[in-house]
């Protein structure tokens, strides 16, 4: 992996540093689009995604229902806004629960090192050998009846030795530089050294991996909606449509495209964002 | 380390039943409870006797090769397994295949000038790619090339096997392995390109250029090798993760591999059969792993001598 670090650095144009660009702006505009569409999904005036109107089936892109309508009548679009809830709310519960425990114990393992990292990393790297999907699946499937907050925590605790490990190596090339020492000799506390010295040189790569990690959990969602282990239907969430459009394929293609398009942006928009974070902060991709 | 891990995993598997809450006979048992299974239950895996000599009754089991008998369809577990594995392998196998052959010569011809034009639409086009979730990609697939164009053995539930037809079995395993191609290859070219733009930059590469090798002959001789360290245990994790997460796939397929047995017997609160694959593609995953650890040392000797 050390060849990378090299390449990056090699190639990490100065201009490309200074500037985020154009492109950048518009994916960030996309993604707090989506926040706020999900967040204030009710007040808009949007149609109500669980309505069914027999009227209307499996009708194609209209001026009445701008992405047409499902199987059952509902308004693709609707459901597409009130989808990206589950989407939001499975990935940054998750990721609280992953860097709300992961972020911390890797810092002190990286800080304290001895006896304690050394336990705690045999630990991690342990589960980390376990595939997590197999688990993550094995657990909800038998853990009835299934909610979006078991959802978040299963998936939230197989997050956590994930961000253990790359928060602890970001903390290891910190821990022992001289502005850290600097700040031991004057007496500040070991808290105050990992909030004020060591936490904003890791925040570059923390925000990094939490996109990342969002990205990979809204995927996970729509993977786990497959086989039913996701919220409940009639709750629309995009993998749950995509799901349901598979049976009814032939008929309405429009009920697989839009989904697939609104989450296919969506994870787009994450990963570009961070590649431009990436970029700017140096962090190589290694590191993740 | 090895067998550590994989002693830890066999209690992972072997727990999860008890890390749920209710009673571990009705969860085994599933559809299948009835007063004549349920005796039988408690006779096979003693539990009504403390939890670890339960795990010492299951693990003996399980090292002998017997990993229990369904209470459901009342066959063996590892037959079932051994029935699904090989369509696994064979998708994975021909995924990786398409995977290399198209991600070696692409990050090759990026290598060569790294930031010009074909460099910056391979690397737009690579990251869009990665972007898309594979089920994403199948559905898309079955829309346009089974429904659409119309091609045999592509649709949804048309698996063949290999014994039955071989043309009509690789076209029904088309679009799942090419879909599984398409993940790889992303992953693949990207990590090779960024190692060979890094290599071609050493002192024996403009050594090799200034006695005038071809391009090929240094791409190919001096180049590849050395690069492809990174790629070697990106695709041991890749294909873990494959043989992991590419049920996704045979599911939406109706391919009886692992995966869909796996999601079946999950509908089916099937527990024993759940167990078994778990414990089978867990180890999977870590020989896999261990497997492609090998096989870098051998790439470079280098890295075993430090």
């Known amino acids: ?288 | 380390m090895l067998i550590a891990i994989v002693f830890i995993i066999s209690v992972g598997a072997f727990y999860l039943i008890h890390l749920l809450p209710g009673d571990p006979a009705v969860v085994i048992l599933g559809t299948g409870d009835s007063p004549v299974n349920r005796a039988r239950l408690y006779k096979e895996l003693g539990l009504n006797k403390p939890i670890l000599e339960q795990y010492f009754v299951w693990i003996k089991n399980v090292l002998h090769g017997n990993l229990g008998t369904s209470f459901i369809s009342e066959t063996s577990v590892w037959g079932t397994i051994k029935t699904a594995l090989p369509i696994d392998v064979e998708i994975i196998v021909l995924s990786q295949i398409v995977a290399f052959a198209t991600a070696i010569p692409t990050a090759m011809v990026s290598a060569r000038r790294p930031d010009g034009p074909l460099d910056r639409i391979l690397g737009a086009g690579s990251f869009t790619l990665l972007s898309i979730p594979s089920f994403v990609i199948i559905v898309l697939l079955v829309l346009f090339v089974a429904i659409k164009l119309g091609v045999p053995h592509t649709g949804v539930s048309s698996y063949v096997s290999l014994g039955q037809d071989w043309v009509a079995n690789l076209e029904s395993l088309a679009l799942p392995s090419f879909t599984l191609a398409i993940g790889s290859f992303v992953v693949y070219y990207r990590v090779l390109r960024s190692d060979l733009i890094a290599t071609l930059q050493e002192e024996y590469i403009t050594m090799a250029r200034s006695k005038g090798l071809s391009q090929r002959r240094i791409m190919w001789r001096h180049a590849f090798r050395p690069s492809s360290v990174a790629l070697l245990g990106t695709a041991g994790v890749n294909i873990g993760g494959l043989l992991a997460g590419g049920f996704i796939v045979q599911y939406l397929l109706s391919i009886p591999g692992l995966g869909y047995t796996l999601i079946q017997s999950i509908g089916l609160s099937d527990y024993l059969v759940v167990q078994g694959i778990v414990l089978v593609v867990s180890v999977g995953v870590i020989l896999i792993n261990f497997a492609f650890d090998l096989l870098i040392n051998i790439v470079d000797p280098r890295i075993s001598r430090e």
Not at chain 1, 3 to 26: C, N, Q, S, T, Y
Request: charged letters at 15%; glycine letters at 8%; aromatic letters at 10%.
């Open chain 1, 1 to 288: 992996m050390y060849v990378a670090e090299v390449v990056e650095e090699h190639h990490d144009r100065p201009e490309r540093k200074k500037r985020l660009g154009i492109l950048f702006w518009i994916c960030v505009g996309w993604i707090a689009l989506n926040v706020v569409g999900a967040i204030f999904a009710n007040v808009l005036p949007i149609q109500n995604p669980l309505f069914q109107n027999y009227a209307t089936v499996n009708a194609g892109p209209s001026l009445h229902h701008f992405l047409g309508t499902d199987d059952l009548g509902r308004d693709i679009f609707a459901r597409i806004v009130y989808g990206s809830r589950v989407s939001i709310e499975v990935s940054l519960g998750a990721m609280l629960i992953g860097f709300g425990l992961g972020a911390p114990l890797g810092m002190l393992a990286a800080y304290r090192r001895g006896k304690f990292d050394t336990i705690l990393t045999a630990v991690m790297y342990i589960f980390l050998a376990f595939p997590a999907i197999i688990a993550t699946i094995a657990v909800l499937s038998f853990w009835t009846p299934r909610s979006l907050l078991k959802i978040i925590i299963v998936v939230g605790i197989a997050s956590i030795p994930l961000v253990y490990r790359v928060i602890r190596s970001a903390t290891m090339n910190f821990a022992t530089r001289d502005f850290v020492i600097a700040a031991k000799v004057q007496g500040a506390t070991d808290r105050r050294i990992m909030v004020k010295e060591l936490l904003p040189n890791i925040a570059p790569v923390g925000v990094s991996f939490l996109l990342i990690g969002i990205a990979t959990v809204v995927t996970l969602e729509g993977a786990l909606a497959f086989l039913g282990l996701s919220v409940n239907p009639p709750t629309p969430s995009w993998g749950n449509m995509i799901n349901e459009s598979l049976s009814i394929l032939q008929q309405n293609p429009w009920l697989a495209i839009f989904p697939s398009l609104a989450m296919c942006l969506f994870l787009l928009c994450l990963n570009f964002i961070g590649d431009r974070l990436r970029a700017h902060f140096e962090v190589s991709e290694a590191k993740l």
